[in-house]
């Protein structure tokens, strides 16, 4: 089933994992998968059909051949997806559909065989919300796989950015076979941070983004999955977590911030 945190706010509770992948080696800032749960369950709604072309880095990530988040390329052997879509999971069921519009068919697969989740990561508040996942084979390179650059730097408020995936197009409703994408912009984390206070608030590895009518963003399906600057065709962000409600105005979508863990991701993929 896809696996996001959406839900939070009526704190729903999900299956536990406590599958232990005994092939990696604890490090101090990156524990292996095998923590021991899941967090609650998150499409892009109002979205618009798109092409692997058009965001040859998304990659789905499946779970015994179900969609289960989206992730990233990064380089040939890595990718970068949320902590909450991997954390205690048997890595020996994940696998990575590369290089198709579908998450269902065409593209190439590829084995995971190894990874870290943030040695920071918050379950509750989904602080630190990243992972980093070894694939083999690596990825050939084309048209519709690339890999793509991590943002270094904090965004103005207001920048336009795409988020894409295969979630939900409506709360509730079925995952979407297609890849779609929606363009959003960056929000006041102040704001956003009162927003969601009762929950832990916004920490400084955390960006909100929206639109201002409300009705578009990410949803169940989608965490793990990339928010990309429109001019930069950076990557800024990755799907974590928001309201139950996908999409509702006034709550924005909130994304783990590149630029703040850029460092862990490097360090431990060596892209």
Not at 160 to 177: D, E, K, L
Not at 186 to 214: D, E, H, K, L, R
């Amino acid at each position: 089933s896809t696996q996001s945190t959406w839900g939070r706010l009526d704190l729903v509770s999900i299956m536990y994992f406590l599958v232990f992948l005994s092939a990696l080696v604890a490090c101090a800032a990156g524990v292996p998968l095998n923590a021991t749960k899941l967090t609650l369950d998150g499409r892009i709604v109002g979205g618009s059909p798109t092409t692997i072309q058009n965001h040859p880095y998304q990659v789905a990530l499946l779970y015994s051949g179900s969609l289960r988040c989206g992730a990233s390329i990064i380089s040939p052997t890595w990718v970068v997806t949320a902590a909450h879509c991997v954390v205690g999971v048997n890595a020996n069921y994940l696998t990575i559909r590369a290089g198709s519009t579908s998450h269902n068919a065409g593209g190439t697969i590829h084995n995971v065989t190894g990874g870290y989740i943030h040695g920071g990561y918050n379950s509750e508040t989904q602080d630190n919300d990243v992972a980093v996942l070894q694939v083999s084979p690596p990825f050939t390179y084309s048209s519709s796989v690339q890999p793509i650059e991590l943002e270094d730097a904090a965004l103005p408020v207001g920048t336009s950015v795409v988020v894409t995936g295969w979630g939900r197009t409506s709360t509730g409703g079925p995952i979407s076979t297609t890849l779609l994408e929606v363009i959003v912009e960056t929000t006041n984390v102040t704001s956003c941070n009162s927003t969601y206070s009762a929950y832990g608030g916004i920490t400084g590895n955390m960006i909100c983004a929206a639109t201002s009518s409300g009705g578009k963003g990410p949803c169940n399906g989608d965490s793990g999955g990339p928010l990309v600057g429109v001019s930069t065709g950076r990557l800024v962000g990755i799907v974590s977590w928001g309201p139950q409600n996908c999409g509702l105005a006034g709550y924005p979508s909130v994304f783990t911030k590149v630029s703040a863990v850029r460092a862990w991701i490097l360090y431990y993929t060596s892209a």
